[in-house]
Every structure is written in C-alpha cells, then in structure tokens.
C-alpha cells in the first residue's frame, strides 16, 4: 500500500512538471508581433499598460516584468500570448509580454 502512494504521488510531481513545460514561453500559442510601442493614453477599454501598433492591427500590452516607457515610440519585437477574455468593450487584444527585442 505503501508503495502505490510513493508511486501515485511520483506521477502526480512528473504530470505537474509537464504542465509547467507546456505553459512556457516556447511552447503552444505563442506570438511574436513587430511593431510600434506608444501611451495608450484614453480609452473606452480598461487594459494593458501601453499599446503596440503593429502594421495593420493595435495590441494591448502588459507585462510583470518588462518596463515599457523605456521603449516608448521604438519599433519592437515582442514575444507573448494573448490573455484569455480580451479584447472587451471594444478595445483590441491583450498580449502579455515575455521578451522585447528592438
């Protein structure tokens, strides 16, 4: 009996740590979107800490750790997924942001 719980619980840890695999930020779904980061400034849309003007479409951005005033009016690269939910109130979608290149 023992051993079935030390086994039960070693694929519940491995079935854990795949999980956290296919979450990251080369996985499924991943974006990569060039373009232009301004100031939002107003908006009828409550989201995302700046935008980024891309070619033919405008993004809503957001990131934990990425400070996006020091790239403001830059052509970038950003990498991120869309966050579930967006756009709302007729505002474009939100990208969370993991990695900018510019």
Excluded: W
């Excluded at 956290?20 to 930020?25: G, K």
């Excluded at 980061?37 to 750790?65: F, M, N, R, W």
Aim: glycine residues 10%.
């Amino acid at each position: 009996m023992k051993r079935i719980a030390i086994l039960s619980l070693f694929i519940a840890v491995i079935s854990g740590c795949s999980a956290v695999n296919n979450s990251s930020s080369f996985g499924k779904g991943v974006l990569k979107i060039a373009g232009v980061i301004e100031k939002p400034g107003v908006t009828s849309y409550q989201y995302g800490t700046h935008v980024l003007k891309a070619e033919d479409k405008t993004y809503a951005i957001q990131s934990e750790s990425i400070d996006f005033d020091k790239f403001l009016n830059r052509k970038v690269e950003i990498t991120g997924r869309k966050v579930k939910g967006y756009p709302v109130d007729g505002g474009p979608e939100l990208i969370r942001v993991t990695l900018i290149k510019y």
